[in-house]
């Protein structure tokens, strides 16, 4: 077997579809009843549907995306609708959420450290803020 989508439910799968669209420059390919996807890449299609109820919590699975300047994406996500969630700062990963509130990281392509605790190093000095 192996992963052939993604769905990430939200409440408004045409705002939630525009966002991933610019930020991962796959456009928007198909809308099918409460499901709309973005042009399949090389990896998992992406879809979004519609459902009754807002996020609650924080999520069990997240989208890890890579960028060769982590930090500078911050601002374009943020520009986008994103935001920075700082409670996870402590870390050392750049955690951001999308205008529904899930929750992914910014990571670079390369491999990077990660200690026993968790703990990252890509951001250098930085404190995500």
């Known amino acids: 077997m192996e992963i052939k989508d993604l769905i990430i439910d939200c409440v408004d799968p045409e705002r939630l579809a525009s966002f991933w669209a610019e930020l991962l420059g796959r456009p928007i390919a198909a809308r099918t009843g409460p499901y709309v996807w973005l042009a399949r890449g090389d990896g998992p299609g992406v879809g979004f549907q ?3 109820e807002a996020k609650v919590g924080k999520n069990r699975v997240h989208f890890d995306v890579a960028s060769p300047d982590p930090a500078s994406e911050q601002v374009r996500v943020e520009k986008l609708g994103g935001r920075l969630l700082d ?6 990963f750049l955690v951001m959420a999308d205008p529904e509130g899930n929750e992914f990281c910014v990571i670079p392509p390369g491999p990077f450290e990660v200690d026993d605790d968790g703990y990252a190093n890509y951001l250098g000095d930085r404190s995500a803020s």
């Open 87 to 92: 409670q996870y700062a402590a870390g050392g």
């Open 50 to 52: 519609k459902v009754a």
